[in-house]
Protein backbone atom coordinates (compact mmCIF):
# COMPACT_ATOMS: atom_id res chain seq x y z
CA UNK A 1 0.00 0.00 0.00
CA UNK A 2 1.03 3.46 -0.59
CA UNK A 3 0.56 4.50 3.11
CA UNK A 4 3.09 1.77 4.24
CA UNK A 5 6.01 3.61 1.97
CA UNK A 6 5.11 6.86 3.58
CA UNK A 7 5.42 5.72 7.25
CA UNK A 8 8.52 3.57 6.25
CA UNK A 9 9.66 7.19 5.17
CA UNK A 10 8.18 9.03 7.51
CA UNK A 11 10.02 6.77 10.62
CA UNK A 12 13.26 7.00 8.88
CA UNK A 13 16.70 5.52 9.74
CA UNK A 14 17.61 3.76 13.28
CA UNK A 15 21.07 4.38 14.23
CA UNK A 16 23.73 2.77 12.54
CA UNK A 17 21.43 1.77 10.05
CA UNK A 18 21.36 3.12 5.93
CA UNK A 19 18.05 5.21 5.81
CA UNK A 20 15.48 3.93 3.98
CA UNK A 21 15.13 4.49 0.18
CA UNK A 22 12.07 4.64 -2.22
CA UNK A 23 12.29 4.09 -6.02
CA UNK A 24 9.41 5.02 -8.60
CA UNK A 25 8.96 3.78 -11.68
CA UNK A 26 7.11 4.46 -14.54
CA UNK A 27 6.53 3.72 -18.37
CA UNK A 28 4.96 5.09 -21.24
CA UNK A 29 2.14 2.28 -20.67
CA UNK A 30 1.46 4.23 -17.38
CA UNK A 31 3.31 7.73 -17.04
CA UNK A 32 1.56 8.35 -13.96
CA UNK A 33 4.85 8.17 -11.84
CA UNK A 34 5.31 11.59 -10.81
CA UNK A 35 1.44 11.62 -9.59
CA UNK A 36 2.19 9.10 -7.11
CA UNK A 37 6.34 11.08 -6.55
CA UNK A 38 3.94 14.11 -5.37
CA UNK A 39 1.84 12.17 -3.17
CA UNK A 40 4.35 11.27 -1.75
CA UNK A 41 5.87 14.04 -1.16
CA UNK A 42 2.73 15.74 -0.03
CA UNK A 43 1.90 12.61 2.58
CA UNK A 44 5.70 12.72 3.76
CA UNK A 45 5.51 17.12 3.66
CA UNK A 46 2.19 16.99 6.42
CA UNK A 47 4.38 14.44 8.62
CA UNK A 48 6.65 16.96 8.93
CA UNK A 49 4.82 19.99 9.88
CA UNK A 50 2.91 18.05 12.49
CA UNK A 51 6.02 16.68 13.84
CA UNK A 52 5.27 13.32 13.30
CA UNK A 53 8.73 12.20 11.18
CA UNK A 54 11.79 11.48 12.43
CA UNK A 55 12.72 14.53 9.76
CA UNK A 56 13.12 17.95 10.58
CA UNK A 57 12.92 19.24 7.18
CA UNK A 58 12.91 18.51 3.20
CA UNK A 59 15.29 19.03 0.53
CA UNK A 60 13.50 18.63 -2.43
CA UNK A 61 16.14 18.29 -6.15
CA UNK A 62 14.12 19.49 -8.76
CA UNK A 63 15.20 18.54 -12.16
CA UNK A 64 12.01 18.36 -14.32
CA UNK A 65 9.93 21.07 -12.84
CA UNK A 66 10.27 24.57 -11.81
CA UNK A 67 10.24 25.24 -8.05
CA UNK A 68 7.49 27.60 -9.07
CA UNK A 69 5.26 24.35 -9.64
CA UNK A 70 5.79 22.86 -6.19
CA UNK A 71 5.24 26.31 -4.71
CA UNK A 72 1.43 26.03 -6.24
CA UNK A 73 1.70 22.05 -5.03
CA UNK A 74 2.06 23.28 -1.60
CA UNK A 75 -0.58 25.78 -2.08
CA UNK A 76 -3.32 23.13 -3.85
CA UNK A 77 -2.17 21.04 -0.58
CA UNK A 78 -3.65 23.03 1.82
CA UNK A 79 0.26 23.45 3.27
CA UNK A 80 0.90 27.13 4.94
CA UNK A 81 3.33 28.87 2.30
CA UNK A 82 4.43 31.27 4.44
CA UNK A 83 6.29 28.87 6.73
CA UNK A 84 7.58 26.61 4.00
CA UNK A 85 11.31 28.18 4.13
CA UNK A 86 11.46 26.66 7.23
CA UNK A 87 10.77 23.00 6.67
CA UNK A 88 11.48 23.12 3.20
CA UNK A 89 14.59 23.67 0.67
CA UNK A 90 14.23 23.22 -3.49
CA UNK A 91 17.80 22.84 -5.20
CA UNK A 92 17.25 24.39 -8.15
CA UNK A 93 18.33 22.10 -10.99
CA UNK A 94 15.66 22.85 -13.70
CA UNK A 95 15.99 26.81 -14.69
CA UNK A 96 19.96 26.71 -15.62
CA UNK A 97 21.29 22.94 -15.12
CA UNK A 98 24.24 23.77 -17.35
CA UNK A 99 25.63 27.23 -16.23
CA UNK A 100 24.47 28.18 -20.24
CA UNK A 101 21.91 31.14 -19.15
CA UNK A 102 24.29 32.45 -16.57
CA UNK A 103 26.68 32.74 -19.56
CA UNK A 104 24.95 34.20 -21.79
CA UNK A 105 23.81 37.08 -19.14
CA UNK A 106 27.56 38.13 -18.64
CA UNK A 107 27.43 36.40 -15.13
CA UNK A 108 24.44 37.75 -13.46
CA UNK A 109 22.55 35.89 -11.25
CA UNK A 110 19.61 34.26 -12.32
CA UNK A 111 16.89 35.19 -8.96
CA UNK A 112 13.45 33.80 -10.00
CA UNK A 113 9.91 36.49 -10.15
CA UNK A 114 8.23 35.32 -7.23
CA UNK A 115 9.62 36.59 -3.92
CA UNK A 116 8.29 33.60 -2.43
CA UNK A 117 9.90 31.17 -4.53
CA UNK A 118 13.63 32.79 -3.87
CA UNK A 119 12.94 32.68 -0.47
CA UNK A 120 13.27 28.61 -0.47
CA UNK A 121 15.08 27.87 -3.54
CA UNK A 122 18.76 27.66 -4.76
CA UNK A 123 20.02 27.66 -8.33
CA UNK A 124 22.11 24.67 -9.53
CA UNK A 125 24.40 25.60 -12.51
CA UNK A 126 26.14 22.66 -12.89
CA UNK A 127 24.84 19.41 -12.33
CA UNK A 128 27.20 17.74 -13.66
CA UNK A 129 29.49 18.07 -10.86
CA UNK A 130 28.18 15.43 -8.15
CA UNK A 131 30.55 16.20 -5.53
CA UNK A 132 29.36 19.85 -5.23
CA UNK A 133 25.70 18.44 -5.73
CA UNK A 134 26.04 16.58 -2.92
CA UNK A 135 28.28 19.24 -0.73
CA UNK A 136 24.88 21.61 -1.74
CA UNK A 137 21.98 19.31 -0.52
CA UNK A 138 24.05 18.53 3.20
CA UNK A 139 24.54 22.42 3.32
CA UNK A 140 20.91 23.24 2.53
CA UNK A 141 19.94 20.48 4.98
CA UNK A 142 22.16 21.22 7.99
CA UNK A 143 21.79 25.07 7.54
CA UNK A 144 17.85 25.01 6.86
CA UNK A 145 16.24 23.36 9.39
CA UNK A 146 16.80 24.00 12.79
CA UNK A 147 15.72 21.53 15.91
CA UNK A 148 17.00 20.32 19.27
CA UNK A 149 19.61 17.27 19.27
CA UNK A 150 20.41 15.98 16.01
CA UNK A 151 18.30 17.11 13.27
CA UNK A 152 17.61 14.97 10.57
CA UNK A 153 16.22 15.96 7.08
CA UNK A 154 14.85 14.04 4.20
CA UNK A 155 16.04 14.58 0.49
CA UNK A 156 13.55 13.98 -2.81
CA UNK A 157 14.53 13.68 -6.43
CA UNK A 158 12.00 14.27 -8.83
CA UNK A 159 13.85 12.69 -11.91
CA UNK A 160 16.69 10.24 -11.88
CA UNK A 161 16.30 10.12 -15.36
CA UNK A 162 16.93 14.12 -15.95
CA UNK A 163 20.51 13.33 -14.03
CA UNK A 164 21.40 10.20 -15.52
CA UNK A 165 21.38 12.64 -19.11
CA UNK A 166 24.23 14.74 -17.76
CA UNK A 167 25.93 11.87 -15.51
CA UNK A 168 27.41 8.45 -15.46
CA UNK A 169 25.35 5.61 -13.79
CA UNK A 170 27.84 4.88 -10.91
CA UNK A 171 28.25 9.10 -10.47
CA UNK A 172 24.57 8.78 -10.09
CA UNK A 173 24.44 5.72 -7.71
CA UNK A 174 27.56 7.64 -5.55
CA UNK A 175 25.39 9.97 -5.18
CA UNK A 176 22.46 8.40 -3.54
CA UNK A 177 24.30 5.79 -1.90
CA UNK A 178 25.95 8.72 -0.09
CA UNK A 179 23.07 9.91 1.13
CA UNK A 180 21.61 6.87 2.47
CA UNK A 181 24.52 6.33 4.61
CA UNK A 182 24.60 10.15 5.79
CA UNK A 183 23.94 10.32 8.97
CA UNK A 184 21.90 13.42 8.85
CA UNK A 185 19.03 12.09 6.45
CA UNK A 186 16.75 10.29 7.48
CA UNK A 187 14.89 8.75 4.40
CA UNK A 188 15.26 9.58 0.20
CA UNK A 189 13.05 8.60 -2.58
CA UNK A 190 13.59 9.49 -6.39
CA UNK A 191 11.41 8.63 -9.50
CA UNK A 192 12.84 7.04 -12.69
CA UNK A 193 11.44 6.49 -16.02
CA UNK A 194 11.91 2.53 -16.52
CA UNK A 195 11.66 2.43 -20.25
CA UNK A 196 13.97 5.06 -20.89
CA UNK A 197 16.92 3.12 -19.61
CA UNK A 198 19.02 -0.30 -19.74
CA UNK A 199 18.23 -2.81 -17.53
CA UNK A 200 21.29 -2.70 -15.20
CA UNK A 201 20.92 0.73 -14.37
CA UNK A 202 16.96 0.24 -13.31
CA UNK A 203 18.71 -2.76 -11.41
CA UNK A 204 21.28 -0.58 -9.73
CA UNK A 205 19.05 1.94 -8.81
CA UNK A 206 16.83 -1.08 -7.14
CA UNK A 207 19.99 -2.69 -5.80
CA UNK A 208 20.52 0.46 -3.12
CA UNK A 209 16.51 0.59 -2.48
CA UNK A 210 14.45 -0.45 0.77
CA UNK A 211 11.34 -0.45 -1.43
CA UNK A 212 10.45 -0.60 -5.35
CA UNK A 213 7.56 0.76 -6.28
CA UNK A 214 6.09 0.28 -9.94
CA UNK A 215 3.44 2.31 -11.72
CA UNK A 216 1.70 -0.31 -14.53
CA UNK A 217 -1.48 -0.05 -16.58
CA UNK A 218 -4.44 -2.11 -16.16
CA UNK A 219 -4.00 -4.64 -19.28
CA UNK A 220 -7.08 -5.72 -20.69
CA UNK A 221 -8.47 -9.73 -20.40
CA UNK A 222 -7.09 -11.45 -23.13
CA UNK A 223 -10.87 -13.12 -23.48
CA UNK A 224 -11.71 -9.57 -24.52
CA UNK A 225 -11.95 -9.39 -28.22
CA UNK A 226 -10.62 -6.58 -30.17
CA UNK A 227 -13.38 -5.28 -30.99
CA UNK A 228 -14.99 -4.55 -28.01
CA UNK A 229 -12.04 -2.34 -26.98
CA UNK A 230 -13.70 0.93 -27.92
CA UNK A 231 -12.43 4.30 -27.30
CA UNK A 232 -14.67 4.70 -24.06
CA UNK A 233 -12.90 1.63 -22.78
CA UNK A 234 -9.93 2.86 -23.29
CA UNK A 235 -10.51 6.53 -21.76
CA UNK A 236 -11.80 5.18 -18.55
CA UNK A 237 -9.16 2.76 -18.14
CA UNK A 238 -6.09 4.79 -18.99
CA UNK A 239 -6.09 6.73 -16.09
CA UNK A 240 -6.41 3.70 -13.67
CA UNK A 241 -3.67 1.37 -13.16
CA UNK A 242 -1.61 -0.96 -10.14
CA UNK A 243 0.58 0.09 -7.76
CA UNK A 244 3.37 -2.72 -7.26
CA UNK A 245 5.17 -2.24 -4.33
CA UNK A 246 8.24 -4.41 -2.87
CA UNK A 247 9.73 -3.64 0.51
CA UNK A 248 12.71 -4.96 1.58
CA UNK A 249 12.68 -6.12 5.39
CA UNK A 250 15.22 -5.69 8.24
CA UNK A 251 14.97 -9.41 8.55
CA UNK A 252 15.90 -10.11 4.95
CA UNK A 253 11.83 -11.08 4.03
CA UNK A 254 10.34 -9.44 1.32
CA UNK A 255 7.03 -8.05 1.26
CA UNK A 256 5.42 -7.60 -2.01
CA UNK A 257 1.91 -5.59 -2.02
CA UNK A 258 -0.74 -4.83 -4.80
CA UNK A 259 -3.44 -2.21 -4.99
CA UNK A 260 -5.44 -0.05 -7.40
CA UNK A 261 -4.64 3.77 -8.42
CA UNK A 262 -6.71 6.46 -10.04
CA UNK A 263 -5.26 9.68 -11.13
CA UNK A 264 -8.55 12.30 -11.03
CA UNK A 265 -7.77 16.25 -10.80
CA UNK A 266 -7.84 16.20 -7.03
CA UNK A 267 -4.60 14.12 -7.28
CA UNK A 268 -4.33 10.10 -7.65
CA UNK A 269 -6.28 8.03 -5.29
CA UNK A 270 -5.18 4.57 -3.74
CA UNK A 271 -7.64 1.77 -3.45
CA UNK A 272 -7.51 -2.10 -2.41
CA UNK A 273 -8.21 -4.40 -5.09
CA UNK A 274 -11.60 -5.22 -5.46
CA UNK A 275 -13.32 -8.33 -4.54
CA UNK A 276 -14.78 -7.74 -8.32
CA UNK A 277 -11.35 -8.31 -9.60
CA UNK A 278 -10.64 -11.29 -6.95
CA UNK A 279 -13.99 -13.09 -8.96
CA UNK A 280 -12.81 -11.72 -11.94
CA UNK A 281 -9.56 -13.56 -11.74
CA UNK A 282 -11.07 -17.27 -10.22
CA UNK A 283 -13.58 -17.03 -12.92
CA UNK A 284 -10.23 -17.03 -15.49
CA UNK A 285 -9.49 -20.72 -14.03
CA UNK A 286 -10.13 -23.58 -16.67
CA UNK A 287 -13.33 -25.61 -15.90
CA UNK A 288 -11.93 -29.40 -15.97
CA UNK A 289 -14.52 -32.14 -16.48
CA UNK A 290 -13.72 -34.18 -12.90
CA UNK A 291 -14.14 -32.41 -9.58
CA UNK A 292 -11.27 -31.55 -7.54
CA UNK A 293 -12.94 -31.68 -4.58
CA UNK A 294 -14.02 -34.54 -2.10
CA UNK A 295 -17.60 -35.02 -0.65
CA UNK A 296 -18.06 -36.00 3.35
CA UNK A 297 -18.70 -39.44 2.44
CA UNK A 298 -16.02 -39.44 -0.30
CA UNK A 299 -13.35 -38.31 2.35
CA UNK A 300 -14.71 -41.03 5.48
CA UNK A 301 -14.28 -43.66 2.83
CA UNK A 302 -10.56 -42.41 2.51
CA UNK A 303 -9.87 -42.80 6.14
CA UNK A 304 -11.28 -45.91 6.76
CA UNK A 305 -9.15 -47.44 3.77
CA UNK A 306 -6.15 -49.31 5.95
CA UNK A 307 -2.41 -48.70 4.31
CA UNK A 308 0.34 -50.87 4.24
CA UNK A 309 2.61 -50.10 6.70
CA UNK A 310 0.64 -47.64 8.65
CA UNK A 311 0.43 -47.85 12.46
CA UNK A 312 -3.16 -48.32 13.26
CA UNK A 313 -2.90 -47.46 16.57
CA UNK A 314 -6.40 -49.40 17.54
CA UNK A 315 -5.23 -50.69 20.73
CA UNK A 316 -3.77 -54.16 19.61
CA UNK A 317 0.01 -55.36 19.14
CA UNK A 318 1.06 -53.52 16.41
CA UNK A 319 2.28 -56.10 13.52
CA UNK A 320 4.62 -54.64 10.62
CA UNK A 321 3.96 -56.36 7.19
CA UNK A 322 7.74 -56.75 5.95
CA UNK A 323 6.37 -58.87 2.27
CA UNK A 324 7.39 -62.71 3.69
CA UNK A 325 4.50 -63.73 5.71
CA UNK A 326 0.63 -62.40 5.67
CA UNK A 327 -0.51 -61.03 8.85
CA UNK A 328 -3.40 -63.30 8.61
CA UNK A 329 -0.34 -66.55 8.49
CA UNK A 330 1.60 -65.08 11.70
CA UNK A 331 -2.05 -65.64 13.40
CA UNK A 332 -3.24 -69.13 12.27
CA UNK A 333 -0.64 -71.17 9.17
CA UNK A 334 -4.20 -73.20 8.92
CA UNK A 335 -6.54 -70.03 8.48
CA UNK A 336 -7.17 -69.26 4.68
CA UNK A 337 -5.78 -65.61 3.74
CA UNK A 338 -9.04 -64.26 2.55
CA UNK A 339 -12.63 -65.29 3.38
CA UNK A 340 -15.69 -64.43 2.34
CA UNK A 341 -17.65 -64.11 5.68
CA UNK A 342 -16.80 -61.14 7.63
CA UNK A 343 -16.33 -61.17 11.18
CA UNK A 344 -18.34 -59.94 13.74
CA UNK A 345 -15.72 -57.52 15.69
CA UNK A 346 -14.96 -56.01 11.64
CA UNK A 347 -16.25 -52.74 10.64
CA UNK A 348 -18.68 -52.62 7.70
CA UNK A 349 -17.77 -50.52 4.92
CA UNK A 350 -13.63 -51.10 6.11
CA UNK A 351 -10.76 -51.29 3.70
CA UNK A 352 -8.29 -53.90 3.53
CA UNK A 353 -5.30 -53.79 1.25
CA UNK A 354 -3.77 -57.72 1.36
CA UNK A 355 -1.53 -58.96 -0.99
CA UNK A 356 -1.30 -62.58 -2.35
CA UNK A 357 1.86 -64.18 -3.87
CA UNK A 358 1.97 -66.25 -6.67
CA UNK A 359 3.20 -69.55 -4.79
CA UNK A 360 4.30 -70.40 -1.60
CA UNK A 361 7.81 -71.15 -3.18
CA UNK A 362 8.34 -67.17 -4.61
CA UNK A 363 11.12 -65.75 -3.14
CA UNK A 364 10.93 -61.76 -1.82
CA UNK A 365 12.32 -59.88 -3.94
CA UNK A 366 15.19 -58.61 -1.87
CA UNK A 367 16.60 -62.30 -1.76
CA UNK A 368 16.16 -63.26 -5.20
CA UNK A 369 19.65 -63.55 -7.24
CA UNK A 370 19.51 -61.72 -10.45
CA UNK A 371 21.82 -64.35 -12.14
CA UNK A 372 19.64 -67.61 -11.08
CA UNK A 373 18.93 -68.13 -14.77
CA UNK A 374 22.40 -67.97 -16.17
CA UNK A 375 24.51 -70.92 -16.47
CA UNK A 376 27.99 -69.79 -14.73
Known amino acids: ?117 SNLSHLCTNVRDMDNLFSSIITLGKAGFVGEGTVRFCVAVDSVTDMLRHSSTSAVAGLLSNLRSNDKVSSTFWLVHEDLHEEKVIAALEYMSSMVATVEPLTPSPYVRESSLNTPYLEHSSTKGRFHVRIKRRNGRVRVICENFKVEQSGIKFTSISSEDAVVNQGLVPKVQFNLQLSEKEQIDRARVVLPFEHQGNGKPIQIYDGRRSLTESKDDDKPLSTNEKSKDEEPGKGEIIYFRDSEDEMPDSDEDPDDDLDI
Open 1 to 117: MADSICRALRDGALEGELAPALTLKDSINSPFGFHAFAHVLMQLSSNILAGKSQSRGLVLLAFSRSPAYYLELLKKSGVNVGSSEKWIQILDCYTDPLGWKERFTGGEKISNVHQEV
